[in-house]
């Protein structure tokens, strides 16, 4: 079947789309001409609108849905859905039976990860075709190996070693023309994050001028005890997702917790460091500048243990040793 119009479904999470955006320029080596569309949670799309390789971008509300039991919210978001263009192929890169859902509205010809795969097995009735991909390898190969199947490329590691910006790049801002690194201090649960006490430490070992990026109260409260515990340590402004776009896609490091925004350092080809505790290096694509730093914990990826806090022994110097091991 000869392949126009394509959709990609990938709804959430932040750190996931990121993730998931390495195969749009595999996928227009292959196919130059065709139309690629991405489904998405509507407050994550400015991370997508004005990339260069995606046609259009599609939004869906569900977390509001959900939240406010809506039910005129959710007719709107059908009607909505059964109203995109008739795709040849639709593509579920997240495996869940929301996003499968969304998909099936969409169209039928669908293509996804199987019962064995799929992060939640019951999406894979959905679909008309399947990969059978291990759960435990690394996301951007999970990807990569998804999209081989589906549209018949060959990306191989290679490839993705030698990958261009996977994201929109950005001009430098007023804030971003100076040498600098970025600490990302947030994250989606409380045992993924670093004491701010001793990335303060890290700040003072790595003595090279650092923006703390928040998301949150809670977080900006934390980047403001890091900058008043380091002389090196600067609060980062409040960004929008394009601003931080631009933040980390010109810094010289980024150094955070298994989170978004130290993803796009990766995205970016920019030098990083991930720090992890309750999760692996399932999460990211090690590279040569691109590294883990993990504690002693044995992690089961297929159970993550949320209430693992040993992130927290992570020795700063160990961090910071790293750091200046990459920036030379």
Same mark, same amino acid.
């Given at each position: %079947? ?13 750190? /996931? ?13 292959? &196919? ?36 406010? $039991? ?16 008739? &795709? ?9 039976? =929301? ?49 081989? #199947? ?5 990306? !191989? #590691?290679? %490839?993705?070693?030698? +990958?261009?910006?996977?994201?929109p790049v950005y ?20 045992s993924k994050i &670093?004491?701010?006490e001793k990335v303060?430490?890290?700040? !003072?070992?790595?003595?090279? =001028? ?7 109260? +809670? ?12 002389? &090196? ?24 917790? /298994? ?9 970016? !080809? ?12 399932? %999460? ?11 504690? /002693? ?19 700063? +110097?160990?961090?910071? !040793? +790293?750091?200046?091991?990459?920036? $030379?």
């Open positions: %079947m000869k392949l126009n119009h394509i959709a990609l479904v990938r709804l959430s999470a932040l750190g /996931d789309i990121v993730n998931a955006t390495i195969v749009l320029q595999f996928i227009r080596q292959e &196919y130059p001409e065709m139309k690629i569309d991405w489904i998405c949670e509507e407050v994550f799309a400015p991370l997508l609108y004005e990339h260069p390789l995606i046609d259009q971008v599609h939004t869906v509300n569900l977390k509001k849905i959900k939240k406010e $039991k809506s039910l005129r919210l959710l007719k709107q978001t059908v009607t909505k859905l059964k109203n995109l263009p008739k &795709y040849d192929l639709i593509i579920d890169m997240q495996g869940l039976v =929301k996003s499968a859902i969304v998909s099936r509205i969409i169209g039928k010809n669908i293509h996804g990860y199987d019962k064995n795969s799929a992060r939640e097995s019951l999406s894979s009735l959905f679909y008309a075709s399947t990969s059978d991909i291990p759960y435990e390898i690394s996301v951007i190969k999970r990807n990569t190996a998804l999209i081989n #199947d589906a549209l018949g490329l060959h990306v !191989n #590691d290679e %490839m993705i070693d030698a +990958k261009k910006p996977t994201l001009e430098k801002t007023s804030f971003t023309q100076e040498s600098y690194a970025v600490f990302v201090i947030g994250a989606s649960w409380q &670093y004491p701010k303060a430490e890290v700040c !003072n070992a790595l003595e090279r =001028k650092t923006y703390i990026v928040w998301g949150s109260e +809670k977080e900006k409260s934390d980047a403001e005890f890091v900058a008043l515990n380091s002389n &090196y340590a600067e609060v980062a402004p409040r960004l929008d997702l394009k601003e931080l776009c631009a933040l980390i896609g010109h810094a010289s490091l980024v150094i955070g917790n /298994d989170t978004g925004p130290t993803h796009m350092a990766w995205a970016y !080809n920019v030098p990083s460091i991930t720090l992890f505790g309750p999760t692996n290096e399932r %999460m990211i694509y090690p590279t040569n500048i691109n590294i883990a730093i993990h504690s /002693d914990s044995k992690v089961d990826i297929s159970h993550i243990d949320k209430n693992d806090f040993s992130i927290k022994d992570i020795d700063p +110097k160990t961090i910071a !040793n +790293k750091a200046k091991e990459l920036l $030379k």
